[in-house]
């Protein structure tokens, strides 16, 4: 079990270095977010920063277990793994792209001959 309050002061200045000005522990974030109306991006979210009266809070949950951040850090290289992908499977897509509009273009080309005889 990780207990977040263990990294406050690590939190505290990275939060300075992005204006957000409080922190706030919380048992558990999901039922935190349901009794104050913020809305979570992704199921077993963590962390949320939400915006109040000018500030930043950083609301954080106060015990999370292993396996849940193992999980999440697997996830995050699953993740950017295929953000890392991306520009290839764009060049792919281009080249049967390409390779579907000669295809069609021969097709036609073949056609007209036929249909001339």
């Known amino acids: 079990m990780i207990l977040a309050e263990d990294y406050e002061s690590l939190l505290r200045n990275l939060g300075i270095e992005y204006f957000i000005q409080n922190i706030l522990f919380v048992p558990d974030l999901a039922s935190w977010a349901m009794e104050n109306s913020v809305g979570l991006s992704e199921p077993g979210q963590l962390m949320k920063l939400v915006p109040s009266d000018n500030e930043m809070t950083m609301v954080i949950q106060s015990e999370i277990p292993d396996e849940t951040l193992d999980n999440l850090i ?44």
Do not use: E, N
Not at 93 to 114: D, E, N, P, V
């Open 74 to 117: 697997i996830s995050l290289g699953v993740r950017w793994s295929l953000k890392d992908m991306l520009p290839i499977f764009k060049t792919i897509k281009q080249h049967k792209k390409a390779h579907s509009f000669y295809f069609l273009k021969r097709i036609r080309a073949i056609t007209k001959r036929l249909c001339r005889r």
